[in-house]
């Protein structure tokens, strides 16, 4: 084993731009200078390595402020052809030594981390090259014998094996599922049919789950191409069913590389002539191009790449040059590393295996996920379920939504019913939460009576935060009689699952409690038990990040600090996550406490912060930090000890949090946990079984949890889960914020 180097770092963002690059930088640089390590930006990608001069920049605590809401990558990329060569390479290395940097952080593609790669495995025989000429001095030669090297994977099109998302493609997803909302809503009034092309083009994970999210028709990728051999037809007899059903609109979603079973492209204009031949159809095409990498960065690209940026510097630290490189990503929600050039040659047989026409072998090799995805997109887009089997026992299953409202509510009723009826189920809607089960407030759904609910915010059912108490049960028990259910899957928050577990409870006295029921995560604060996500906090956190980043503009004037409350009751989930994505400097957390020790040590920070020439101060905090340092009370204190030094600005969020269409990785998973509730009730129900049960997203897995678990899992007091996987990232936030 070698010692760690002890040379400066380099960090570079190459090949394609994708949002998020800025924060990982921004989280590399103030890492590497908290620990004490000089770093400096390239610019320009490797071909800036090879230019060598003001490529090379050190840079400041200061210089990545204000950088995280910004698209693209503020050092530049590029494609660089020279660095192809070992002469390039050469350069590279003398221009890097010329610093001192022998430990890079490389953000970029497949390709730039395999460029990265052959540059470490040469950098010996380079380093040798330059001493012998006299470029470089043989002590300098002995101090960088090898270079250290980590990957962050920046790509839009998610297209890496060893992360579950790269930097930019939760971004992409969002641009494309708006462009299909709003040509949703033009396509309607004119009855059009919409072929949207979207990018990947050995991969289709942009079209699959954007389908997914903008509930598409139908969709094409490049590792799964159309089983019919006449995919003409199967395209046709779908879209025109789903007319004859009353659609307004069609929409097919087309990869950039989708193909047939033969290997001969599908292109948007092809599908175009198709759909207007056979369909007599008005036919517009739309091709999204750039405007899915373009734009600012979605909440999830922003806190995600602060972690990877933070933890390739620690990773950095923490190896020697003659351990493997890793690439670090996210694995199952947490921060994880794995082999570089593994990662990279899994990524390649996709391409390769596509390459071959052998396409069981590509779906198989993107993961299970995927083509779970895949199957519950094949359901969702039939216009008319399949029948019955004949003989088959028709099971009755009823759905609410209790608690606050959570974007991806109606996502998550729309996908239980489509897919319980394409079952040959029937659909009990029940409105108004639990009061409706009370006042038997129930209607039969049908497949159209959630048509075009898989985008729109709030509760469509309605949704109320009683929980069941005295003659309600009676009532309940009547109206679960009467409409003689099955099962019962409850979507919502606190006030659901409480009450879920009231009427498990009452089982003995009330027989009709005695099915199978589940509750499905959906509550902004990202507070319940069984989940380490819930469904509406990722759109609550765009929603938070979009108005900090205009808070943030209003600030260009004066020396100002905001104190920004966000909800979550006394859950600091949105706070932490919030300030991960938007850079603030402190957060508030009822977990942690709030004293006026920290007050005041926060007040002196910012003194010295704005007396050293800054302008902005970002505090976070969560509403239920502490009951007596209210915000109000925390922006009188801090305005007040200022001594005109700074202004101070609070700003509540409030019910903004709450509303939005839901985001698509909310759309995304409320499908996917909705199928998993549906199939758990018919199988119970047909077994006769009557358990019931939590689902929720576990180590990025889908898992069930006795709801009689539920007590021991949770602080009831606080209405939080006892543990609480974010919390080990606050220190990052710290780390991040302020120097030294
Ligand atoms: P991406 O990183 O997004 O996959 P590219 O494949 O275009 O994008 O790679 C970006 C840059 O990385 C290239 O322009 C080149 O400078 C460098 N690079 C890519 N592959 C190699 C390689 N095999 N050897 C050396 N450098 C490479």
Redesign the pocket.
Known sequence: MTEPTGGAIGVLT???DAPGMNAALRAVVRTALSRGVKVFAIYE??QGMVDGGDRLRAMAWDSVGGIMQHGGTIIGTA??AA??NREGRLQAARHLLEQGIDRLVVI?????L??AN?FRQEWPSLIAELAAQGAITAEAAARHSQLAIVGLVG?IDNDFTGTDMTIGADTALHRITTALDQIGSTAASHQRTFVIEVMGRHCGYLALMSALAGTAHWVFLPEHPPEAEDWEAAMCEVLAAGRAAGRRHSTVIVAEGARDRNGNPITSERVRQVLEEHLKEDVRVSILGHIQRGGAPSAFDRWMSTLLGHAAVEHLLASTPDDEPQVIGLRYNRITHQPLMACVTQTRAVAEAIAAHDYERAMELRGGSFTEQYRILQTLIQTVPHPPRPGQRRLRLGVLTGGAPAPGMNTAVRAATRLAIDRGHVIVAINNGVDGLIEGQTQEFDWMNVHGWGSTGGSNLGTSRTVPAGADFAAIARTLEAERLDGLLLVGGWAAYQSALELYRRRAAHPAFDLPIICLPASISNNLPGSELCIGADTALNSIVEVVDKIKNSAVAARRCFVVEVMGGHCGYLALMSSLATGAERVYLNEEGVTLRDLQEDLERMTAGFSDGRRLSLLIRNERANPFYTTAFMAALFEQESQGLFEVRQAILGHLQQGGDPSPFDRIQATRLAARCVDFLIDQAEQGATTAALIGIVGGRIKLTDLVDMPDLMDAEHIRPKEQWWQELQPVVQRLAQPG
């Open positions: 190459s090949g394609g990608g490797y494609r660089c660095f192809r970029g593609g497949d390709g730039s395999t460029g052959l790509s």
